[in-house]
């Protein structure tokens, strides 16, 4: 059953990357992209694998717009967890190193996601610079991971990038903790609940550059806390 599920999932994944590159490629790079065909990729995935998402605070996906969300990553899984409830006009931001990814790499791409090369921090700070200026010109929202690779159930400490974004071009960060997938039974027939609890919404509006590592440190306790107790 468990190798069945892999194999389901990476021919749902090719296939529907296949149907997204032909939607997407209509209007590419659009942030309205994701929320369309990412959530069909996404409750695909985890119908297959039988797991449930349930939002904490969901109200909060409505009332904001034009935000930076956090959360903690854990698994390649997080992808689809965050993709089956992703809000509109929603992006992401990960390494570039996903565009080499078969299909899928260019479905991420078109899908309107920012792409950044971890390893030139000089080109990494443009693309963000970059991501600035279009969340401000286009009002969208972007999903940041701060820690910047898996943690597998243990909290790494955040990345600045994200947190000097929000002070930056002024728009409020809204932390959210994704509950630990250890309680997930992979290879029972349904694998059992993620909890995703969305905080309240932290404003930057009087927030510098001096102010981003105390916010950074702020958000990553508010999703610690809730990570262990969730």
Same mark, same amino acid.
């Given at each position: 059953?468990?190798? $069945?599920?892999?194999?389901?999932?990476?021919?749902?994944? &090719?296939?529907?990357?296949?149907?997204?590159?032909?939607? #997407?490629? &209509?209007?590419?790079?659009?942030?309205?992209?994701? #929320?369309?065909?990412?959530?069909? @990729?996404?409750?695909?995935?985890?119908?297959?694998?039988?797991?449930?998402?349930?939002? /904490?605070?969901? /109200?909060? =996906?409505?009332? #904001?717009?034009?935000?930076?969300?956090?959360?903690? /990553?854990? /698994?390649?899984?997080?992808?689809?967890?965050?993709?089956?409830?992703?809000?509109?006009?929603?992006?992401?931001?990960?390494? %570039?190193?996903?565009?080499?990814?078969? !299909? =899928?790499?260019?479905?991420?791409?078109?899908?309107?996601?920012?792409?950044?090369?971890?390893?030139?921090?000089?080109?990494?700070?443009?693309? @963000?610079?970059?991501?600035?200026?279009?969340?401000?010109?286009?009002?969208?929202?972007?999903?940041? @991971?701060?820690?910047?690779? %898996?943690? *597998?159930?243990? @909290?790494?400490? &955040?990345?600045?990038?994200? =947190?000097?974004?929000?002070?930056?071009?002024?728009?409020?960060?809204?932390?959210?903790?994704?509950?630990?997938?250890?309680?997930?039974? &992979?290879?029972?027939?349904?694998?059992?609940?993620? *909890?995703?609890?969305? *905080?309240?919404?932290?404003?930057?509006?009087? $927030?510098? %550059?001096?102010?981003?590592?105390?916010?950074?440190?702020?958000?990553?306790?508010? !999703?610690?806390?809730? =990570?262990?107790?969730?």
């Amino acid at each position: 059953m468990y190798y $069945l599920k892999i194999f389901l999932t990476v021919l749902y994944i &090719f296939l529907t990357s296949v149907l997204g590159i032909l939607f #997407c490629i &209509f209007r590419p790079a659009d942030a309205r992209n994701l #929320c369309i065909v990412g959530k069909i @990729m996404s409750k695909g995935v985890l119908y297959i694998w039988g797991i449930n998402v349930i939002l /904490h605070n969901k /109200h909060i =996906f409505k009332e #904001c717009k034009n935000v930076i969300y956090v959360s903690n /990553h854990q /698994h390649n899984l997080d992808a689809f967890v965050i993709g089956s409830i992703v809000p509109f006009k929603t992006v992401s931001l990960a390494k %570039r190193e996903l565009l080499y990814i078969p !299909i =899928f790499g260019l479905f991420y791409y078109l899908s309107g996601n920012i792409l950044i090369k971890r390893q030139n921090k000089n080109k990494a700070l443009k693309t @963000m610079h970059k991501a600035g200026l279009e969340i401000v010109r286009k009002k969208v929202s972007v999903w940041i @991971m701060p820690e910047g690779t %898996r943690n *597998h159930g243990e @909290m790494k400490d &955040f990345k600045k990038g994200a =947190f000097n974004l929000a002070t930056q071009i002024k728009r409020p960060v809204v932390p959210i903790t994704i509950s630990n997938y250890e309680k997930l039974d &992979f290879r029972a027939r349904k694998a059992g609940t993620v *909890h995703m609890y969305i *905080h309240e919404p932290i404003s930057t509006e009087k $927030l510098t %550059r001096d102010d981003v590592v105390k916010l950074s440190d702020h958000c990553r306790e508010l !999703i610690k806390n809730k =990570f262990e107790n969730l």
